[in-house]
């Protein structure tokens, strides 16, 4: 009868993994919680944003674009990255600029504009998509065709009448997704704009601390890098602003170019390498 009681007084041992599982379920559980409370957040935003696209320009371009920012702040949140901003110009950032990062990701689509003021220049494929399309298309992004010189002309003439009524872009000059490094080039688009009009450029340098999470690889779609990206095990996202580089510095777009492009290779060696 003893030797009953004392194998039924035995206390159950778990062993360090058990006890680690039981430990994390909170947070499993409170995480799954924010997700749902995030995309229902981000769907019930993106029908309102949806319905109010079908309404006239001249209705909707005082209100549209402040609401296309703060949909990409509740996206960036659903998606639950830790964006960060970190503020590495010395001197204040000029009222007009024309903001150019390196795009390694889909993800600056909407990171970039959670952050800055800016208005985007896409490729025209993704004014096709079937809900965001025309949502970013409503918000007064541009588009253009990369392959096609007349299609960048036009985006180009569209983009200086943008910045000649006070508004600022944002222009990828790698011309699209390269790769987690730095393409070997960039594109002398934005430099060219910038001498034209006078506006300078601000750099930002952008840092995903999981790569392989954010970054955009053929041929893979939007949905799997959103979903990548929402279980990564690492969110950090770092964005670094740098001061304004002004065009009279230069004699040419060339020479503009390859100043720029010299300091992202710096800065990828300090961030990446």
């Known amino acids: 009868m003893n030797a009953i009681k004392d194998s039924q007084s035995v206390p159950i041992r778990l062993s360090e993994s058990q006890t680690v599982k039981i430990n994390m379920l909170p947070k499993y559980i409170s995480r799954i919680l924010r997700l749902l409370y995030g995309w229902s957040e981000l769907i019930i935003a993106t ?16 209100f549209y ?52 003021n800016v208005y985007s220049l896409a490729k025209a494929e993704v004014a096709d998509w079937w809900w965001a399309g025309r949502i970013v298309e409503a918000a007064g992004n541009l588009f253009v065709k990369r392959e096609s010189r007349e ?14 009524r006070g508004k600022n872009i944002v222009i990828y000059p790698e011309g699209g997704c390269k790769g987690r490094r730095i393409f070997h080039t960039f594109k002398h688009g934005a430099f060219d704009i910038s001498m034209k009009t006078g506006v300078p450029i601000l750099p930002v340098f ?22 990548h990206m929402t279980v990564t095990q690492n969110n950090s996202v770092n964005y670094y ?3 304004a580089i002004y065009p009279e510095q230069f004699d040419s777009k060339e020479a503009y170019n ?12 300090r961030y990446l390498e």
């Open 241 to 243: 602003l740098y001061d």
């Open 258 to 269: 390859v100043y720029v492009h010299r300091l992202y290779m710096d800065w990828q060696a």
């Open 151 to 164: 299609s960048r002309r036009e985006a180009a003439e569209q983009i200086i009448d943008v910045i000649n």
């Open 206 to 227: 952008l840092h995903y601390e999981s790569q392989d999470d954010f970054e955009w690889r053929n041929p893979q779609t939007l949905l799997h890098k959103l979903w």
């Open 65 to 116: 674009f402040a609401l296309f920012r703060l949909w990409c702040k509740i996206f960036v949140n659903t998606l639950g990255i830790d964006l960060r901003l970190h503020q590495k110009n010395t001197k204040p950032i000029p009222r007009r600029f024309i903001l150019i990062s390196n795009h390694p990701s889909a993800f600056e689509d909407i990171g970039i504009p959670a952050l800055f």
């Open 47 to 62: 029908l309102i944003l949806y319905l109010l696209s079908f309404l006239p320009r001249t209705l909707s371009r005082s």
